[in-house]
């Protein structure tokens, strides 16, 4: 069956835009959980949306966003884009949140801010 | 708050020999999962093992092994005959059960596997 899938792969963007990513879960699974991956800081949680509703939110500024659809599918907002944006973005979905079991990730989203 | 550390920046083994990677972790909840992640360079986070805290037996699937020992909240993923594949970073996780799905990462170990 097909596995996450993060759009897009790879894009560029400079300093004050914002960017929009989208990460289609496996099927039948119905929570989304957003991760951001730097050098520096390493795999920070972001927040994580089950059946359309935001469960959890780590600790970053009210730039950045989500939403989360019927179907499952999530998108991610950033807002007034800065250098330290720059990252790899990683969506990770399963059945349901917060049970024992896997958490199954995509190929992430590297965004490169300038 | 969860802290996890993988004190291993990074490794070599020869290949078809078995490797262990170290995790510890720290937290105060009483009940939680803890996970183990390759990522190779491609940048995908694949899952390889998870143990529940309440778990009797220590977890396996096929080469992996995961070594937890709940007392001294160590979490060790072994990797039995190393394959030229297994070159990757590998990460070690927790989600205490009352978190949902908000994973906490450790620094992450580099394994290279020499032929």
């Known amino acids: 069956k097909a596995g996450v899938t993060q759009t897009p792969r790879y894009l560029i963007k400079t300093r004050g835009q914002q960017v929009t990513l989208s990460c289609s879960p496996i099927s039948g699974h119905r929570s989304v959980s957003w991760y951001q991956q730097t050098p520096g800081q390493g795999l920070q949680f972001l927040f994580e949306y089950f059946s359309e509703t935001q469960r959890n939110k780590g600790n970053f500024p009210g730039r950045f966003s989500g939403r989360q659809f019927s179907n499952s599918r999530s998108e991610m907002n950033v807002s007034t884009l800065e250098l330290g944006d720059s990252a790899l973005y990683l969506c990770?979905?399963?059945?349901?949140?917060?049970?024992?079991?896997?958490?199954?990730f995509g190929e992430g989203s590297r965004l490169t801010v300038l | 708050a969860q802290k996890i550390t993988q004190t291993q920046p990074g490794m070599f083994v020869q290949e078809k020999e078995a490797v262990t990677l170290d995790c510890t972790y720290d937290?105060?909840?009483?009940?939680?999962?803890l996970f183990w992640y390759k990522q190779p360079s491609s940048g995908e986070m694949i899952f390889l093992i998870y143990?529940?805290?309440?778990?009797?037996q220590n977890a396996t699937e096929g080469r992996y092994s995961l070594n937890f020992q709940k007392a001294r909240k160590s979490a060790n993923l072994v990797i039995s005959a190393s394959q030229l594949g297994d070159s990757a970073m590998y990460f070690c996780a927790m989600r205490p059960n009352n978190a949902g799905n908000m994973l906490t990462f450790g620094g992450g170990t580099r394994l290279m596997v020499k032929p």
């Open positions: 937290t105060s909840d009483p009940s939680y999962g």
């Open positions: 990770a979905s399963s059945l349901v949140t917060g049970t024992a079991g896997e958490l199954f």
């Open positions: 143990q529940g805290s309440y778990d009797q």
